[in-house]
């Protein structure tokens, strides 16, 4: 439909503010959308920091190499002193354990990692720590970021899955074994011979009792000779069971995740027991283990994947780790301060 010409002429202010409006709306999208488009801002060149007692800076490594991770740390830059490169290496070693049949590049692969380096006034090396690498072995890539987790350092693959064992705490602050593992004992109460399952604690009745490893409670009630008993599930196929307890911390309840060194009861004489003390077993796939012996290399860490401050560490350490020379078997030149 054809409107006269005359309509259109018509003069009101309507046009003015509809340009206005038009051009601020343009204008406001135009800066949001350049906010969006902005990369994050590279961390900026900073001289290093000279940190008390020693200076502290960045350093990159990267390329084809091969040997120990000692030995492939040296291909990749043999300035480095030989103990600088053991520190990495030890590291390294640690870092992919989990993931690795064997230690280092077997054959030649690619390795690539950020570190970070405390050096005494003297320039000597005090410290290293790796903050994240990334080495492919045998086809297959394996990535390590360092993260900390409620003040507990760690390393955790791309998808947050610990690559640190925890280790085990102790169940009570302070306590004497009165009695340990053994798979011969002779039972106090029924006199015959009964693998003891676990070990036993002196303690007083109503001592806090903690959980040795981060996992989910699977068992919080009374259950036969063990009177009683708190079960915990742990990553990695661990499970721990605290016994003969007088009773439950409020939180305990199956299904509840609970930290390493959390309450979950009190020592009593629950079950079949002869005086208050804790009964404390650690279980690998089920089966009983020594708790003295598996006590530092059990119980990964809880995984962090769904942990809020994760992926934007993950990320700012992938940006990191970017900046690890790829090809060339030279040592990137960058040092930053200290974060
Ligand atoms: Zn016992």
Known sequence: MIRPFHRRAHRSPFPFYAVLAVLLVTLALAVSWTRLDTPPPEPPMLPAVYAVGGRVDTLFLGGYTRGSFAEAVRVLDS??????????GRHLDKMFAPVLKEKGLVDTGRLRLAYERTQRPDGTTRAIRVLAAETAVAGSMHTAFFYEQDKRPGYFDGLGRSLTPQGLARPLDRAW???????QRVHPILRRIMPHNGVDYAATAGTPVRATADGSVSWAQPRGGYGNLVEIQHPSGYSTRYAHLSGFASRVRPGAAVQQG??????GSTGLSTGPHLHYEVRRQGQPVNPEVVALDAGPAADVGYTPGWRTERQRLARLLARAPTMLSTRGRAAMADR
């Open 177 to 183: 074994i009165s009695s340990p593992f053994n798979t």
């Open 262 to 267: 959390e309450v979950v009861g009190f020592v």
């Open 79 to 88: 300035d480095l002193s030989e103990s600088e490169r053991g520190m990495i």
